[in-house]
């Protein structure tokens, strides 16, 4: 099973900052890696697929990037809308696994 | 508009069977180009992903849960639903349903239900 690691755990930043969320596998997914958005008492909202593909209506304030093992969600400038958790998905190897969430919170 | 939303009993007694359904607006479960998939997250913590079905009926899931697990479609009613045996305090999470796309490259998951808290109680 690829487990993800992702970092920081929790990232204190004001609105219109830039937010740089990282995610690592345990071994190679190639660029099958997705990235979701959580609120509070809300489902997952899938942003990103195949590592760079923004999903329908995702504002392009958001990108992904990287192949391999290491990857990266940044958020060009933080709305007051984005602080919330978000969450890495490889979805290359069975079992489909998921990281253990970046919480993006307000400083 | 894909809207998906779960329902079934919020509370299991240990041992027992959850049993869950999503039903699907918007899209259609017979679809070959989705699978149909369930996701858990317990209180405070990340996500898991369960398992999906195809339209055809077969299905993939997590070995973690796969001894215990049963996932199944319902072309005629537009849903799908999952039961989980023997059930534990390890069980009690929120359960969302999910559409992912069948491609080769695997699943990724949206749109999501709003999901269904089940608490296994001793």
């Known amino acids: 099973e690829i487990v993800l690691t992702q970092s920081p755990a929790t990232l204190s930043l004001s609105p219109g900052e830039r937010a740089t969320l990282s995610c690592r596998a345990s071994?190679?997914?190639?660029?099958?890696l997705a990235w979701y958005q959580q609120k509070p008492g809300q489902a997952p909202r899938l942003l990103i697929y195949?590592?760079?593909n923004r999903a329908t209506g995702i504002p392009a304030r958001f990108s992904g990037s990287g192949s391999g093992t290491d990857f990266t969600l940044t958020i060009s400038s933080l709305e007051p809308e984005d602080f919330a958790v978000y969450y890495c998905?490889?979805?290359?190897?069975?079992?489909?696994?998921f990281g253990p969430g970046t919480t993006v919170d307000i400083k | 508009q894909v809207q998906l939303q779960e329902s079934g009993p919020g509370l299991v007694k240990a041992s027992e069977t959850l049993s869950l359904t999503c039903s699907v607006s918007?899209?259609?479960?017979?679809?070959?180009?989705?699978?149909w998939s369930w996701i858990r997250q317990p209180p405070g913590k990340g996500l898991e992903w369960i398992g999906y079905?195809?339209?055809?009926?077969?299905?993939n899931s997590n070995p973690s849960l796969k001894s215990r697990l049963t996932i199944a479609v319902d072309t005629s009613k537009n849903q799908f639903s999952l039961k989980l045996t023997s059930v534990t305090a390890a069980d009690t999470a929120v359960y969302f349903c999910?559409?992912?796309?069948?491609?080769?490259?695997?699943?990724?998951?949206?749109?999501w239900g709003q999901g269904t808290l089940v608490t296994v109680s001793s």
């Open positions: 999910a559409r992912a796309p069948s491609l080769l490259t695997g699943p990724w998951f949206d749109p």
């Open positions: 918007g899209s259609s479960v017979s679809n070959y180009t989705y699978y």
């Open positions: 079905v195809y339209y055809s009926g077969i299905t």
């Open positions: 071994q190679s997914v190639s660029n099958y």
């Open positions: 195949d590592a760079s």
């Open positions: 998905q490889q979805h290359g190897n069975w079992p489909f696994t």
